[in-house]
């Protein structure tokens, strides 16, 4: 588990035609311990997760309250995350 200040809202992305890891833009939320999963179109949905191992706050100062109900996708056409509807309830993972 992550301690407080530590998670950060880098991303990376894998392609495992080449084995490689490549960063991204930053997601709008500092979360570890969050769902993933792919969406039509190529697109990616992050959604929940803890801020700072759900000690919190993450490095961005968010705490659980916050990171716990956000979504956010990400687009590869623009290499972009945007904030979406956020979970009705917060959910660490």
Same mark, same amino acid.
């Given at each position: ?21 490549? *960063?991204?833009? !930053? ?7 969050? =769902?993933?999963?792919? @969406?039509?179109? $190529?697109? *990616?949905?992050? !959604? ?7 000690? =919190?706050?993450?490095? @961005?100062?968010? $705490? ?30």
């Amino acid at each position: 588990m992550l301690g407080s200040k530590i998670t950060t809202n880098a991303a990376s992305l894998y392609d495992p035609a080449s084995n490689q890891w490549t *960063a991204t833009t !930053f997601m709008s939320f500092g979360r570890d311990q969050f =769902g993933m999963v792919p @969406l039509s179109g $190529g697109n *990616a949905l992050a !959604f929940a997760g803890c801020a700072g191992g759900c000690l =919190g706050p993450n490095i @961005l100062g968010q $705490g659980f309250s916050s990171v716990g109900p956000s979504a956010e996708i990400y687009s590869f056409s623009t290499n972009q995350w945007t904030t979406v509807a956020p979970l009705n309830t917060a959910v660490g993972i």
